[in-house]
């Protein structure tokens, strides 16, 4: 079988958030069990420089109606494999500091940009000659590929995978123009939605199958609470619409990867590297050097979907249990204000650093006792998975894919759940926590149990390769 596999981010050359994660690894588990998968992306400022790759198509003529973009490819491949990477190279759409925009707003132009890469992705799959028999595509910034397969009576099957609703790629029907769509060709009934361009119900209306990163999300963004509008699109296609887990990468995260510089590498059978680890967090944290007080951290993007405003409420509280919390997160410039305040009028006990900075991540989910993740909604979520490895015992909200990885239920509890988002579940769930951590048996235990916790790429590969296979049939 051969696959394209097409996603806007793939660490580690270009990441924003979990999509390049996945991007990352789950091509590298496909590729194991025999298919020739293939990844492309738009050749992003932050992607190896062109020395550093082949260039495999210096001139690629991406057409749309009415016009030619000149642009080329380049070729390298995902770390530590054979699977190959295409760049789609057009400096004037990619070649920018940022890959979406800035915090505040997307680059005006993410309309043409993504029209052109979609275009790009099917133009070079041609002309590689590759000929895909399948091709995958990840959320909104892929979206109009698997409307423009569907289009076409030649198309090839397509898999799209949601990895976050919240994210659509909305735009005015003004837009089409620019992005090359005639406002009468029948391209634009199955690009709008609501009255706008929709990308992501674009790809939700015509893709062959359609899945999401967690069976929970697949269920919830079937309902008004959890739909951002397009609950009845994803209803309509309830029978195409799964949940498959995402994975990590264990060479890539544990207790063995920790930062450059430390040496406290610690297994779920001899956990003294943590204890020094949680000193050395403490330290650079400013905070008291204390292995008796739990230490509970967050790293995350700081945005509302996070939750965090509402962990902000029950911090009070919760730092009063006592416990010591740091934060590691940029965005919301609110928020990251709130946190650095919060620090500021107690420094005994709470820390805030306002950074991107995967070094530092490493060193809060090694050192930290409790990581808690407090999302409104949780496609499937990398970070608790991350810290569960590490061995920092999760509180979260129980919801998307922190209910499908995360359970407080007897015999073998892998965390503690709060099931509403508010302050006050919050504060109780972290408060059961604490007071696990006051018995060292029962949280040791715990903790190993956390550690042993497996989510590995080759389960999800193997869902994944079903899914290819259904999308097959179904064509
Ligand atoms: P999302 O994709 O919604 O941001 P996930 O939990 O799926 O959430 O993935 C988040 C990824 O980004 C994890 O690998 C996490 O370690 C990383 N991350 C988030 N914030 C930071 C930060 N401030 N510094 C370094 N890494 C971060």
Not at 76 to 94: A, H, I, R, W
Not at 226 to 241: K, M, N, T, Y
Not at 301 to 310: A, F, H, M, P
Not at 330 to 349: F, I, K
């Amino acid at each position: 079988m051969k696959v394209l596999f097409v996603s806007n981010e793939v660490a580690p050359f270009a990441k924003v958030g979990g999509l390049a994660d996945v991007a990352g690894s789950l091509p590298r588990a496909i590729a194991e069990q025999g298919v020739d998968i293939r990844v492309v992306m738009p050749r992003h400022r932050q992607c190896p420089a062109d020395e550093e790759c082949s260039m495999v198509l210096p001139g690629l003529s991406v057409q749309s109606p009415g016009r030619a973009h000149a642009a080329s490819v380049l070729e390298t491949t995902l770390p530590e494999s054979d699977v190959p990477l295409y760049l789609v190279k057009y400096d004037p759409y990619f070649d920018r500091p940022d890959v979406y925009g800035t915090a505040d707003a997307d680059y005006p132009d993410s309309p043409q940009r993504y029209a052109f890469f979609a275009r790009a992705a099917l133009t070079l799959n041609h002309a590689l000659g590759f000929g895909a028999d399948l091709m995958h595509a990840n959320d909104w910034p892929t979206g109009l590929l698997p409307a423009f397969q569907a289009l076409n009576p030649l198309g090839t099957p397509t898999v799209f995978t949601i990895h976050n609703l919240g994210y659509q790629g909305r735009f005015p029907l003004g837009v089409a123009p620019a992005m090359d769509i005639d406002p009468a060709s029948p391209t634009l009934p199955l690009v709008a939605s609501g009255g706008d361009i929709n990308f992501m119900a674009a790809a939700i209306r015509s893709a062959t199958v359609v899945n999401t990163v967690s069976e929970r999300y697949a269920q919830e963004i079937q309902t008004s609470a959890f739909g951002h509008g397009l609950e009845d699109l994803l209803a309509s296609r309830g029978d195409e619409v799964h949940g498959i887990l995402n994975g990590i990468n264990y060479a890539d995260w544990g207790p063995d990867v920790l930062p450059a510089g430390l040496s406290c590498p610690y297994s779920a059978q001899d956990l003294a590297g943590k204890a020094a680890c949680k000193a050395e967090l403490q330290k650079r944290l400013g905070l008291p050097v204390d292995p008796t007080v739990p230490l509970a951290v967050a790293v995350s993007r700081l945005v509302w979907q996070k939750g965090l405003d509402i962990l902000a409420e029950a911090l009070p509280r919760i730092v009063r249990l006592p416990a010591q919390f740091a934060v590691l997160g940029s965005g919301d410039h609110e928020l990251e204000s709130l946190y650095l305040a919060m620090a500021q009028a107690n420094p005994e006990r709470i820390a805030a650093q306002i950074s991107y900075d995967e070094d530092m991540a490493r060193l809060f989910y090694a050192g930290a006792d409790i990581f808690i993740m407090p999302s409104r909604y949780e496609p499937c979520g990398l970070s608790q998975i991350i810290a569960m490895a590490y061995g920092a015992v999760p509180v979260v909200h129980g919801t998307g894919g922190l209910a499908d990885t995360v359970t407080e239920a007897a015999p073998e509890p892998t965390g503690f759940v709060a099931e509403h988002l508010v302050p006050l579940e919050l504060i109780e769930a972290t408060e059961r926590a604490v007071t696990a951590y006051r018995q060292p048996k029962r949280w040791q235990a715990l903790v190993r149990r956390v550690m042993r916790q497996e989510f590995s790429w080759d389960r999800s590969a193997t869902k994944y390769l079903a899914l290819y296979e259904r999308a097959l049939t179904a064509r």
